[in-house]
């Protein structure tokens, strides 16, 4: 069956990195575009980061552009969220996703997505 599993969240202070992966399986991964997403407490969906089937065209939030690369391995079927620099307002549940379609911003084209992995930053 088709799975997206997170992983790499965690506790960190604020200027601190982390790098999320998410594991692909059930389906062709290279195919696929991958996005990242995150969810606040009580906010909604909002785009982080997109990558090409390939791996040669990125794009990210103006929130985060600079301190989150995108990356992904097809090969191994990874996608990875590399996050530096990290501030608390980067609190959130992280999700990837993919479609088989073009990069998107919009997470209901996304046909499949992952459990989240939580990242916490304090101040």
């Known amino acids: 069956q088709v799975q997206l599993v997170e992983s790499g969240g965690g506790l960190v202070q604020a200027g601190g990195s982390l790098k999320l992966s998410c594991a692909a399986s059930?389906?062709?991964?290279?195919?696929?575009?991958v996005g990242w997403f995150r969810q606040a407490p009580g906010k909604e969906r909002d785009f982080v980061a997109t990558i090409s089937r390939g791996g040669g065209s990125t794009y990210s939030a103006d929130t985060v552009k600079g301190r989150f690369a995108v990356s992904r391995d097809n090969a191994k079927k990874m996608a990875y969220l590399q996050m530096n620099s990290l501030k608390p307002e980067d609190t959130a549940v992280y999700y990837c996703a993919a479609r088989v379609g073009a990069s998107s911003r919009i997470p209901d084209v996304y046909e499949y997505w992952g459990q989240g992995t939580q990242v916490t930053v304090s101040s």
């Open positions: 059930g389906f062709t991964f290279s195919s696929y575009t």
